[in-house]
């Protein structure tokens, strides 16, 4: 059984960065994605990653965050700049076995999860 998890979380102030990690137990050629929620919202997609490197992003934070993934260590890392309160949110990684060249934005596509990692951005 796939198990993630995910580090990197913490307490910024509003402007700084912050890189989040997410280690897979084993070897992974399937979509890695990040999705987040705050409080009293929704899940929503942040940003996907497939083997090939090929990525896509929520609008919110395009131009911000950038996604990757070292197919060597199995861990996929979520770069996060110039971070809004708005950004503030538990995040989690997950992979799909249904995806591998592409990826969905849609969590229900999304098989495996990680227990989540904080993020509070202080403005």
């Known amino acids: 059984q796939l198990q993630l998890v995910e580090s990197g979380g913490g307490l910024v102030q509003a402007g700084d960065s912050l890189r989040l990690s997410c280690a897979a137990s084993e070897r992974t050629s399937y979509a890695m994605a990040w999705f987040r929620q705050a409080p009293g919202k929704e899940r929503e997609f942040v940003a996907a990653?497939?083997?090939?490197?090929?990525?896509n992003y929520a609008d919110s934070v395009k131009g911000r965050f950038t996604v990757s993934r070292d197919n060597v260590k199995n861990t996929m890392y979520l770069q996060m700049n110039s971070l809004k309160p708005e950004d503030s949110a538990v995040y989690s990684c997950?992979?799909?076995?249904?995806?591998?060249?592409?990826?969905?934005?849609?969590?229900?596509?999304?098989?495996?999860w990680g227990q989540g990692t904080r993020v509070t951005v202080s403005s």
């Open positions: 997950a992979v799909s076995t249904f995806y591998v060249v592409s990826a969905s934005r849609h969590a229900n596509q999304y098989n495996y």
């Open positions: 990653v497939v083997a090939s490197g090929a990525t």
